[in-house]
């Protein structure tokens, strides 16, 4: 991780640790503890030797499996230490195994006195974030610790219904756990006196296991070296080299280095895949979004990451389509946005999702899921030759475009928008932080909003449905209403969006119609819909190569100069691979092929300079600014649609692109 914790992650559990291994309970930007199902299931794990903190001679690195440190006790260059600890780590489901191995440095044998201090907190994630959000609990809810023969019990209580556990089981059994702190507190601390024979060692192993309430058995691993090899074994089965590609565009040295990119992005994918279920409960596994906050089903991201990993690895999309077919809304409900037809914007387990503290349990603000799920289903068809997919979800994806054509609003407003919703999201477009939605003096759009992409996005939703209809439904007077809805689409928004004097598309209409005339890349989406007419997709293709927009490592979310301009912004100035994705996809759609290797070029140095791990965002600075990218401070690494960019890249400079 870029603040220097090591990441440990398998189907949708992950630890974050120091460089020794430890857990401080940290909060706020990049918190530290083992996580399962939104919930911190592990917040201190804090080991100490002959009374002390072990001095860290060599670090863990999340690269290797399992996570490896050398520690030693405190001692001086005169006094050596007596021993050595070899400490390894990894997760599998619901588990964090650990195997400390001492290792006696001394001819005489040699007592060494160890002690973990552990706690479980169980924090939901929105609380950890520390974003000014407090969130009440009610008298009923406790926490309680209590011990076993082999270790300690974490539990967590609310009401009658909702129970979790942690529980460290420990071999050999410690010789004794005692409260660590005064009070009402569960902390425990476990210790340990271990003889180690002259030059000998000592072994001690520990298991954590993570019981969210409603989460399935943990697995079966028992050591961190049983965890490692299956985490291998299913890496290696994902993360095989792409198939061959026509990259003759690029030198050799750039070929070696999209190479390195995708092989980095494939082996990150496989890390960030969590369990789902599918409309008959079906196993399935998709990409969840990114870690930390993100380790889950997330409408959007799921499905561009399955877009840009489709012609390599469609079995995401194929799961990533059941797993939000069985989401789609069936009701209105204004707490959670849900609609008939509507789909997913994320999925989440936790506390406060459970007990309706926060909307996000299923979470459908989001105005752009809907019409992607439309254009994957499609493109897997394509992609694949395989229509049964398509045909099992004809009836989801014809809710899905009477949501568009309904609440979606083309109906009514002959836009797809949205209405800022004050309980969960202001914007609902991918740019969804407040202000990012703006004209170019800087003033938020007010809504109904239609965004531009979302109208792209929609358009291409109608022809690709309509192709199902005619070639798998056998429909084709629903295709005719289609094609026509989108024709129409199509020319409203020439006739409305676009901005003469800058010859560029707005970014959004407000809720009066006005063009929101701030320059953004979201005009690249556009591109990749195919929405705009040839002249007028060059035009917008090489104006978003122009300095003001491609910093010399991506294009940024803004173009600089304008008054809303930052380089440290979300989505008024920095750059998203991602995003950069969807461009370079679109400029190879329109025949913009020097742009595409302007842009791949870009954004394999920005790989480079990470260790070939593109982050989910970097600041805006541009290249002439710094030798090398500028980080943005609170970016997830890894993130799958950043980490599935590399698989855009290689599409794009092949010559593919959206149709």
Excluded at 79 to 96: D, H, I, K, M, N
Excluded at 364 to 369: A, E, I, N, Q, R
Excluded at 435 to 455: K, L, R, S, Y
Excluded at 458 to 481: C, K, M
Aim: charge should be neutral; include cysteine.
């Amino acid at each position: 991780m870029s603040d220097g914790r090591v990441l440990l992650a398998r189907d949708g559990t992950f630890a974050a640790l120091t460089r020794g291994g430890g857990v401080t309970g940290s909060r706020g930007a990049s918190p530290d503890g083992l996580f399962r199902h939104d919930a911190r299931h592990l917040s201190r794990w804090r080991l100490t030797v002959d009374g002390a903190e072990p001095a860290v001679l060599t670090p863990a690195r999340d690269s290797a499996v399992p996570a490896t440190s050398v520690l030693t006790p405190p001692a001086g260059r005169d006094a050596p230490a007596p021993y050595t600890v070899f400490r390894e780590q990894a997760v599998a489901s619901g588990l964090l195994l650990e195997r400390l191995r001492l290792v006696s440095n001394s001819p005489d044998p040699v007592t060494a006195r160890l002690e973990l201090l552990a706690d479980a907190d169980f924090a939901d994630q929105f609380e950890l974030r520390s974003d000014g959000r407090t969130y009440p609990r009610l008298p009923e809810a406790a926490r309680e610790a209590g011990e076993r023969p082999d270790g300690v019990e974490f539990t967590y209580r609310r009401g009658e219904g909702w129970l979790s556990r942690t529980t460290v089981r420990c071999d050999p059994p410690p010789a004794e756990v005692t409260p660590a702190e005064h009070g009402t507190g569960t902390a425990r601390r476990l210790g340990w006196t271990l003889t180690l024979p002259p030059h000998g060692a000592a072994e001690l192993v520990l298991r954590v296991e993570a019981r969210p309430h409603g989460a399935p058995a943990v697995a079966d691993a028992a050591t961190p070296a049983q965890a490692a090899a299956g985490l291998r074994a299913a890496t290696d089965a994902f993360a095989h080299p792409p198939v061959e590609a026509d990259t003759a565009a690029l030198s050799p040295a750039e070929r070696a280095a999209l190479g390195r990119a995708c092989a980095q992005g494939l082996a990150d994918l496989a890390l960030l895949r969590v369990p789902a279920a599918g409309p008959r409960g079906e196993e399935l596994r998709v990409p969840g979004a990114g870690i930390p906050w993100f380790l889950t089903l997330f409408g959007r991201d799921s499905l561009l990451t399955s877009l840009f990993a489709l012609p390599y690895r469609p079995a995401l999309a194929h799961d990533t389509l059941l797993a939000l077919a069985a989401t789609q809304g069936t009701r209105h409900d204004a707490f959670s946005a849900e609609q008939p037809g509507r789909l997913a914007h994320e999925v989440r387990h936790g506390e406060l999702a459970a007990f309706r503290q926060v909307p996000y349990g299923r979470y459908y603000g989001s105005v752009d899921v809907t019409p992607l799920f439309l254009v994957l289903l499609q493109a897997y068809a394509g992609a694949t030759a395989d229509t049964a997919l398509a045909a099992r979800l004809e009836p989801q994806a014809r809710a899905a475009v009477e949501w568009m054509v309904g609440d979606g609003g083309l109906a009514e407003r002959g836009w797809l928008v949205y209405t800022p919703d004050p309980g969960g999201l202001v914007n609902q477009n991918w740019k969804d932080s407040a202000g990012a939605i703006c004209f170019a003096d800087g003033t938020q759009a007010e809504g109904p909003i239609a965004v531009a992409e979302a109208q792209g996005y929609a358009y291409d939703a109608l022809v690709r449905t309509a192709r199902l209809a005619r070639g798998v439904w056998g429909d084709a007077a629903y295709a005719d209403r289609l094609d026509a809805l989108a024709a129409g689409l199509r020319d409203r928004f020439h006739r409305d969006f676009w901005l003469p004097a800058q010859d560029f598309p707005a970014l959004a209409l407000d809720g009066r119609g006005r063009q929101a005339d701030a320059l953004a890349s979201d005009a690249g989406h556009l591109l990749w819909s195919g929405i705009l007419d040839r002249d007028r997709g060059e035009r917008t293709g090489r104006r978003l190569l122009a300095g003001d927009f491609f910093s010399g490592w991506a294009v940024r979310t803004l173009a600089a100069g304008q008054r809303p301009y930052h380089p440290l912004s979300y989505h008024r100035g920095s750059c998203w691979p991602h995003d950069n994705a969807v461009i370079a996809l679109g400029l190879a759609r329109y025949g913009l092929g020097a742009e595409v290797r302007t842009l791949t070029r870009g954004l394999l140095a920005t790989a480079e300079a990470h260790g070939w791990r593109l982050p989910e965002v970097l600041a805006g600075y541009a290249r002439s600014d710094h030798p090398a990218p500028v980080p943005y401070p609170h970016a997830c690494s890894p993130q799958a649609w950043a980490a599935a960019t590399p698989l855009a890249l290689l599409t794009a400079v092949s010559g593919g692109g959206g149709t």
